[in-house]
């Protein structure tokens, strides 16, 4: 691949890492992010890694203009669309403002494309799109649906670029379906910055780690879980930014194509088994109470992932260890992320 590639939302947690990757592999690639969750650091911390973009453009998805200039500037080979907005709980009380993120993003970013002849998109969807999964593992072809506007906003997504695949073939895309990504960079330089308190998992378990907060509040030790506690597919950042680049790669080497695999590990890990495994590997202690259920969450949720070994010579490296050794190094060296 010799073509840049353009890295929407390459600021932000997933997509820094995945320049990393794309980088380290010889890829040139583009960045545009509006920094509405991100800082500028990112720049700076990605050229402590050598990873230097052809060109870093400030601007939203949705901006035309900006697009246009910008496919004038390059000839990309191709484009991966990690913008958008992603808390749940926000989208719940702001549906409006999510779908006009992240579904009229997307479209605005795939006319830009079409109008300059670059068709081939990884997207980010998620594992939302599965709702509460009647089976798990959960395969590629289980039903979807979406239980908030965040998950409908993946969904439409999803269905728009099955639509355009199906009107025109000469569309190359790929639907990448994240489990839980978490972790960091090794070197502690990158990693991910939550504005606020978190939602997820990780982040609010280094930052009680840290003592920036006083206890982890584990939602529900009454599902049926081995432990009682959710269960979840947990993957390190950077073997989800490497499966990006077999992405791209399954694209580029074959005929056109439209591919929806999950992103995961297969395997499941509790609250309480990523508590004990953070404090063991890390020699930390997490104070944490039982309180009732999250609204919203579900019992377990796992990824089948053999169609991504078969179709895009992919699978996860990286332990539940190295999550957390990662995820509390990066913590450490940034105590309060990019705003340290
Ligand atoms: P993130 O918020 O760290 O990164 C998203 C980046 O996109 C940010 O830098 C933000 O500033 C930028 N952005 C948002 N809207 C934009 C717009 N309109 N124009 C330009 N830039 C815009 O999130 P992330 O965790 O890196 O997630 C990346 C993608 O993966 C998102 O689409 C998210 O929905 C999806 N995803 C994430 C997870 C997860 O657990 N992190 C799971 C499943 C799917
Ligand atoms: C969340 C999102 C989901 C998104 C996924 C990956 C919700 C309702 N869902 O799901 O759409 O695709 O992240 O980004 O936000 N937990 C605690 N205490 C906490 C935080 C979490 O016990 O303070 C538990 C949860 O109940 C769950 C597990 O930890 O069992 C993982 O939670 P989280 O990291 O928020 O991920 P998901 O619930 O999978």
Redesign the pocket.
């Known amino acids: 691949m010799t073509l840049p590639i353009l890295i ?8 820094s890492h995945t320049a990393v990757v794309l980088a380290e592999a010889g890829v040139p690639i583009v960045i ?7 800082s500028p650091k990112v720049l700076d911390r990605l050229a402590k890694l050598d990873v230097h973009p052809l060109e870093y453009v400030h ?4 901006d035309t203009q900006a697009l246009d200039a910008l496919f004038g500037r390059h000839t990309f080979g191709g484009v991966i ?6 808390a749940v709980g926000e989208s719940v009380a702001q549906p409006l403002r999510y779908l006009d ?2 579904v009229l ?1 997307t479209l605005h970013l795939l006319q830009a494309m079409e109008r300059a002849n670059v068709r081939r998109i990884v997207f ?5 799109v599965y709702g509460d999964p009647a089976v798990v593992p959960i395969p590629e072809t289980a039903p979807l649906t979406a239980t908030n506007p ?1 998950g409908r906003s ?1 969904l439409m997504c999803e269905d728009a670029l099955r639509e355009l695949f199906a009107a025109d073939p000469r569309w190359q895309i790929a639907i990448l379906r ?4 978490v972790g960091a960079h090794e070197s502690g330089l990158i990693g ?1 910055s939550p504005n606020g308190v978190p939602n ?1 998992l990780m982040p609010y378990i280094t930052q009680v780690a840290s003592g920036q907060r006083d206890y982890l509040q584990i939602f529900g030790n009454d599902y049926s879980t081995p432990d009682g506690t959710g269960v979840r597919d947990y993957l390190h950042v950077m073997d989800l930014a490497q499966g990006h680049l077999a992405a791209l790669r399954s694209l580029a080497s074959d005929m056109p194509k439209l591919l929806t695999v999950n992103l995961g590990t297969g395997q499941g890990v509790s609250v309480l088994e990523m508590v004990n495994t953070f404090a063991r590997v890390n020699s930390v202690q997490i104070p944490h109470r039982f309180v009732p259920r999250r609204a919203g969450d579900v019992a377990q949720c796992l990824a089948d992932p053999q169609l991504a070994k078969q179709v895009l010579n992919w699978q996860t490296e990286l332990s539940l260890e190295s999550m957390c050794r990662d995820a509390w190094r990066w913590q450490t060296m940034n105590p309060l992320g990019f705003a340290s």
């Open positions: 929407t939302g390459g600021l932000g947690f997933i997509g545009l992010d509006n920094q509405s969750n991100s601007a939203d998805v949705r669309h990690f913008a958008g907005l992603k993120n992240n993003g980010s969807s998620s594992a939302t965040y993946k994240y489990f839980n990504p991910e997820n």
